[in-house]
């Protein structure tokens, strides 16, 4: 057992919520998910050994939670929901919405079919301690190999949850700043993450196949959509799911609280149905300054 006193460290999510901003914790997790992620991949592992390695981390009860509380129980009247009445109008909605689910059912696919590296699981800004200028991530019992695009998802939907909250949080006027945070903040961990990414591959892809020029761009693109997805079906799971966050249950106000987790519900909906026409991290910004 190795040890490490983190005690000058805060969780991010509780840092967040109170409107303080870490300037270099977004890259840094951006560098951290892109080595983890790469050296784990198809791009840098045998075939041979990654297929052992995926054998050595199935997960398959961890795994069962997550494939419920993300894929499942939302979207259908499940004892493990919970939520405000406020919300009963917008939850109904989700129940019955059938190009959402048939969205969903694909990343769900997705999260039990793609081995595509071996993931923290559960990469969330309240699985992160970050001081000046460091960051470490924490609690990965949830991991196993699955879709890159489902620990960018993660990240990216628990910033914009709290990217939803803050007006509950700070009151709206205050919190203008801190939402345009939390956009650039989304914007840089996606392009360094990208760039890290593409460079590693570039630089160290043992396949032959998977080396061909132009390949590496290819899968990337299919990472950001699945990303997109996947932080949907974050912002959806932890508004009226089981597991929810201090960024919206922590607002006072009912009234406010409920319009942030409107919002939220909202915009998870918007990123699972058109994360394939969202092409690219500005189109994304748009889009989540469209929903409000």
């Known amino acids: 057992m190795v040890q490490e006193d983190l005690s000058d460290h805060q969780i991010w999510r509780s840092e967040l919520v109170k409107g303080r901003y870490?300037?270099?914790?977004?890259?840094q997790l951006a560098e951290y998910l892109a080595q983890t992620l790469f050296h784990t991949s198809d791009f840098y592992q045998s075939a041979q050994k990654k297929k052992a390695e995926v054998s050595r981390f199935t997960n398959p009860e961890l795994c069962q939670i997550t494939e419920d509380?993300?894929?499942t129980d939302p979207y259908i009247d499940h004892e493990r929901n919970q939520f405000d009445d406020a919300l009963l109008p917008q939850v109904q909605d989700l129940r019955h919405d059938a190009a959402l689910?048939?969205?969903?059912?694909g990343l769900k696919h997705g999260f039990l079919s793609k081995a595509e590296a071996l993931l923290h699981g559960d990469i969330h800004s309240g699985s992160i301690f970050v001081a000046?200028?460091?960051?470490k991530a924490i609690d990965a019992e949830f991991g196993f190999y699955g879709p890159i695009g489902f620990d960018l998802g993660t990240v990216l939907g628990n910033l914009l949850l709290n990217y939803c909250g803050l007006p509950g949080l700070l009151g709206p006027r205050d919190a203008a700043d801190g939402r345009e945070q939390r956009l650039q903040d989304v914007r840089e961990l996606w392009l360094i993450f990208a760039d890290r990414f593409l460079t590693l591959c570039h630089q160290h892809t043992r396949d032959v196949a998977l080396a061909l020029p132009g390949y590496a761009e290819q899968f990337l693109q299919q990472v950001w959509r699945?990303?997109?997805?996947?932080?949907g079906t974050e912002l959806i799971r932890r508004t009226i799911?089981?597991?929810?966050?201090?960024?919206?249950?922590?607002?006072n106000d009912p009234a406010m609280r409920a319009d942030c987790q409107r919002s939220a519900l909202s915009l998870g909906r918007t990123l699972i149905v058109n994360a394939a026409q969202i092409e690219h991290i500005d189109a994304l910004l748009?889009?989540?300054?469209q929903n409000g």
């Open 226 to 231: 699945d990303a997109v997805g996947y932080a």
């Open 101 to 105: 689910k048939l969205a969903v059912a």
């Open 132 to 135: 000046e200028g460091k960051l």
């Open 286 to 289: 748009a889009r989540i300054r």
């Open 69 to 71: 509380l993300f894929f």
């Open 241 to 251: 799911g089981l597991a929810h966050v201090a960024d919206l249950d922590s607002i």
């Open 22 to 27: 870490y300037p270099l914790a977004a890259g």
